[in-house]
């Protein structure tokens, strides 16, 4: 690799140098590094996943398998995109197998609401309210229309990193946001309908 190399895929990464430090941490079996891409992550993976599965154990269960992945495989993160894709498409993958085995006795609404009690508190009420009552219509959603604007909305990832995380064209990305749009705006009141 030319020394151009490193530098160029960092940059069409997003890649954080501190980060990128942790993952190389990492792959040196740090655990103190490994702790610090833990608290970063899990919360985020833990409300993605929690929008395609139902089940709070099994949500628990894919992003600590998640996490692992991160822990024992962090050499086969070469860099190409972002941390952030690598483990949402992981996760992702992970959640798809998962939900064969989920158990169908929990609500999806009633989960997203516990997701939107756990996920950090917003500093205006207005848009608290907006992504409070955003959850509660996505329970209308399937579980692919629900990654698709979860990872939009709530962790502001573009359709490009959003197709590689979950495996597909950008044009199904798109058609996929189009109709959970449509079913949102139907599904929400009054002036949050024309927010979506």
Known sequence: ???KDPQ????????DDEEMGLVAAVRAR???AFEQLYRRYQPRLTRFVGTLLRS???VEEVVND??????????DFTGASRLSTWLFAIAYRKAVRARAREPLAADGEAV???LADDSAADTG???????QALQRAMGVLSADHRAVVDLTYFHEIGYREIAEILGCPVDTVKTRMFHARRQLRRAMAGELADWI
């Open 66 to 75: 998640t996490l692992m992945v991160l822990w024992q495989k962090a050499s």
């Open 30 to 32: 740090d655990l103190r």
């Open 125 to 131: 009420l207005a848009r608290d309210r907006t992504r």
């Open 112 to 114: 997203l609401a516990e």
């Open 56 to 58: 709070p154990g099994l």
């Open 8 to 15: 160029a895929r960092r940059s069409i990464a997003g890649q």
């Open 1 to 3: 690799m030319t020394q």
